[in-house]
């Protein structure tokens, strides 16, 4: 059933073109009120709009990230939202949350941080385009509630801590890699990783396999 996800920041992580690593930009919080975008240290390239000179503050969500968020008024934004599992009353900050806020052609994602203690997080699978043929098959075959498992993969050619999503052998992508340290922790913990929907394929790749994992979080 879709609910609304408890989460008040975000990672705001860029991938490099070349290489594809992600690294840490900075966090967009929300506090039901305000919002406020903060550099990490030591960033240097800026994000457009939000220049490098301290915290950023606003009623209203920075235009660098509302544009990553469908329109109210579009038609599919029902459907769009129900692929993420989330309900028609989701705000902006749980759009961005699940969906990434991913956009053809730029290399911006975010990501939920969970704070310590019970955590429940859903994610889109990443690296779908990257499966062969049977692999993608196998998605079509889950149900909600399906019991998956994640697999620690240190011969990945792009991210030794790589973590991959699996059942019954096969291979169905990845953990977001912004997202791959602190599932790492909460692996050390009793975890259980679900299948939370299966998308059409008319979806797209990234949107093929929403899942949850729930578990505990002590960094």
């Known amino acids: 059933m ?28 929300f506090d039901g009120r305000e919002y ?21 503050r606003s009623d209203t969500l920075f235009p660098i990230f509302a544009e990553r968020v469908l329109d109210p008024q579009r038609p599919e934004r029902t459907e769009t939202l129900a692929q993420l599992g989330l309900p028609g009353e989701a705000g902006p900050f749980e759009v961005l949350a699940v969906s990434g806020g991913s956009r053809t052609g730029d290399t911006y994602e975010l990501t939920p941080l969970p704070h310590p203690g019970q955590v429940s997080l859903p994610f889109l699978v990443h690296g779908v385009r990257y499966l062969d043929a049977a692999e993608r098959a196998a ?22 801590r790589a973590l991959v999503v699996t059942r019954d052998g096969h291979r169905l992508g990845y953990v977001p890699d912004p997202l791959v340290d602190y599932v790492h922790v909460i692996m050390r913990e009793d975890h259980q990783l679900v299948v939370e929907r299966v998308n059409p394929a008319e979806a797209g790749l990234h949107m093929r396999l929403l899942v949850r994992l729930r578990g505990q979080y002590l960094p």
């Open 139 to 160: 998605i079509d075959t889950l149900k909600p509630g399906d019991d998956l498992a994640l697999t620690h993969e240190p011969g990945n050619p792009v991210n030794e």
């Open 36 to 56: 406020v975008f903060a550099y990490d240290p030591g960033v240097v390239r800026a994000l457009p709009g939000l220049p490098l000179n301290g915290a950023h």
């Open 2 to 29: 879709s609910t609304l996800l408890k989460v008040d920041q975000l990672l705001v992580s860029r991938q490099d073109p070349e290489t594809r690593l992600f690294s840490r930009v900075g966090t967009l919080s």
